[in-house]
């Protein structure tokens, strides 16, 4: 007896289809937009300080170091207004031409980086022109995550929106670990001299090839079905953003709350403990990037682990375990670092990156689960662009400043245990969002 083997029908076979390609793009466009953001990040505690805040470095390097921290954590100023246009814009003509947009700024402002003239070529000029730089990739990294989570969301089974909804999420540890193994790369072949000169720009100029092969990838994409039906009801008079804030300002205040100690806790892990192992630790910097290479791995493991199980135990379920996970671990990881073993190092970077998966995989899907359709992406966008500001905006100036007043680093983990219980709380005043329909008729 002959056995046959089930052919999927043609809607069928195109429907998986197009996700492999909504989850293809979202991923990969994510990721380009974060090695941008990250290069930076890994950069300003390399040699951004002394480059361009040459005065501050001469008479007190801790002071420019301070700067150049607060230049990435400028940027985040920059992100709700990114989230408001980009919302307004995405919630209005469809998530797809504004993720196209959005990478395109990132990636422009990035590569003028890598051709910025320092403070001794141009003076007062290069800071301002890289503060200037930093806005652009702030408004542009507030407007990406938000359309890239909800296409990615909105293109997935009701069963599987957290797995879904974790691809766009693991496109920033992903982008976390290009950004540091580029910066591995540059700095094991060319010495730290040669960095510090020139070499740095490098990963800066990369980003123009990688935002290129970003838009042909999400160009393959059809727009998110949910934005399709919602535009057919659409009443040409609507107003998105104002009827967001007048009617879902306790959801938007929610989910800021919610990021707050991953945030925290991440730009710790991709800003600040490379700095600190290289200046206060004397570790090599191309084993402390190839240590946060590893972590990012892991980061990138347990963000998919995270988004799993947020469909199997429930969203709300697995942040509570998430942040309880990460309080635990935030002042013992400390006395690895501490111990200036490169070994310990690593095990407590990797450790650290299991709580901030499980406190990052359902996000996508929490966050489009509790607002409407109408304002969903500007919902999403802006809570975590707030979200973003009050929890790694200024991280690693907070964690810089804690060691230079107090002279102990565990502290650092106490700050990290306060923005843990934060979100701890807030996520813990949502009703689980699973199975709420994300559809305008309320189909699932």
Known sequence: MSTSIPIPSAPQATAAQESRKVLTATLVGTAIEWYDYFIYAQAAGLVLG???????????????????????????????????????????????????????????????????????????????????????????????????ALMAVEHAPPGRRSFFGAFPQIGVPLGMIVATGVLWLVTTTLGKERFAEWGWRLPFLLSIALVVVGGLIRRTVEESPVFLQMQQRRKASSAPLGQLFRQHSREVVLTALIFVGNNAAGYLLVAFFISYGQRVLQLPAPQLLAASTVAAFGWLLSTLAGGVLGDRWGRVRTFQVGYVLLALWAIPMWWLIDSGSMGLFLVAVLVLSVPLGLTYGPQAALYAEMFPAKVRYSGVSVGYALGSIMGGAFAATIAQWIITSWGQSWLVGLYIVLMSAISFVAVSCVKETAGVSLHADGTQ
Request: one cysteine or more; hydrophobic letters at 55%; a positive charge.
């Open 50 to 148: 002394p480059l361009f805040f040459t005065p501050f470095a001469k008479e007190n390097p801790s002071l420019s170091l301070l700067l150049a921290f607060a230049t990435v954590g400028i940027a985040f100023l920059f992100r709700p207004l990114g989230a408001i246009v980009c919302g307004h814009l995405g919630d209005r003509f469809g998530r797809k031409r504004v993720l196209a947009m959005t990478l395109i700024l990132m990636g422009g402002a990035t590569t003028l980086i890598g051709v910025l003239p320092g403070y001794a070529q141009i003076g007062v000029l290069a800071p301002i022109l890289l503060i200037l730089l930093r806005i652009l990739q702030g408004f542009s990294a507030g407007g990406e995550w938000g359309g890239a």
